[in-house]
């Protein structure tokens, strides 16, 4: 028997998935490995929705392999279902159930319900339990929703842009309480946003998502330790363009320059001092710059 859990929670492994000719995940690679929370980051229409229903075997790629919880995605058991958790975009709910009834009906499908999380969550979030459910505002819904996932404590919680519909001041620190309780005990969880502010402060890594491939994966220290803004001064006017392994966007207006990089080695800055005369100061910079630079190329 595989070991459980597996290493990585969720692995892709050269996978595409095309709508006609468009190639919306293109040979995408990415392990998540269990006990971590990840946020997808990608602008809207990247292709985060598509890369989470093949995650769950719900979209079928044409090419690559996708295995979750250790099984084959598309052909996933009853048994590995009971261990995942998903919150899709837009809640699916029956109108005409009240929202206690729908909390029960969801707790009788799985094996493991922790009646006492669920009641504790919708008291916190004051979710309206005689109500029913068509009558809900959006961020009822989306908040009822998440509750529904979260019952089962699953190993593995993919959630779909789960905070979109709430308010943007409580947001961050709502997706973190949902964050604390999806992970514990060591358990997996993904996230989508295209809201970098979202992300900041609640996952431990995050994954983006641009052009069908995953361009960065690991923590965000290190994403904002390898991604630098220089700033750079010469007595004499810069070239056109520089030409240097790693540059994301640069601009260059006679003596000054802005560079983004990602790469600052001492040779690069050594050689941008000495050949064009130049101070260089380095600057860090938040997640919404880097994610803009990189959107830039
Ligand atoms: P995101 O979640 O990042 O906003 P999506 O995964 O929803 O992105 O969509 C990525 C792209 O794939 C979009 O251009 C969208 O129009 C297209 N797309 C998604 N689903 C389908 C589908 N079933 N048929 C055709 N095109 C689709």
Not at 33 to 55: D, E, I, Q
Not at 152 to 170: G, K, N, Q, R, Y
Not at 171 to 180: D, G, N, P, S, T
Not at 280 to 296: A, M, Q, T
Request: glycine share 8%; net charge negative; with cysteine.
């Amino acid at each position: 028997m595989n070991p459980f859990p597996p290493e990585n929670a969720l692995e892709f492994r050269a996978v595409s998935k095309l709508y006609g000719e468009r190639a919306v995940l293109d040979r995408l690679d990415l392990a998540i490995p269990s006990g971590s929370v990840v946020g997808l980051l990608g602008k809207n229409g990247a292709g985060k929705t598509t890369l989470l229903r093949c995650a769950l075997g719900l979209a079928k790629p044409q090419h690559g392999t996708v295995t979750i919880l250790g099984e084959p995605a598309w052909t996933l058991s009853a048994s590995a279902k009971q261990y995942l958790g998903y919150v899709p975009q837009t809640p699916q709910l029956y109108p005409w159930m009240r929202v206690a009834h729908l909390l029960d009906y969801t707790g009788s499908f799985y094996r493991r319900w922790n009646g006492a999380l669920v009641r504790q969550l919708a008291a916190d979030w004051r979710l309206p339990l005689n109500q029913r459910a068509g009558t809900l505002s959006v961020g009822e819904a989306q908040k009822l929703t998440l509750v529904m996932a979260l019952g089962h404590e699953p190993d593995l919680l993919i959630l779909d842009e789960p905070v979109a519909s709430l308010d943007p001041s409580a947001r961050r620190e709502f997706l973190k309480v949902v964050l604390e309780i999806a992970a514990g005990g060591n358990r997996t969880v993904l996230f989508s946003t295209h809201i970098t502010s979202d992300l900041e402060r609640v996952a431990d890594r995050v994954a983006i998502l641009q052009n069908g491939k995953i361009s960065f994966f690991g923590e965000l220290g290190e994403l904002k330790d390898q991604i630098k803004r220089l700033r750079l001064v010469s007595v004499n006017t810069f070239p056109e363009r520089f030409d240097m392994p790693g540059i994301l966007t640069q601009r260059i207006q006679g003596k000054q320059a802005l560079v983004t990089t990602r790469l600052v080695t001492p040779e690069m800055l050594d050689r941008l001092e000495t050949d064009w005369h130049a101070t260089v100061e380095v600057e860090d910079l938040n997640l919404e710059e880097i994610f803009l630079e990189l959107h830039d190329e």
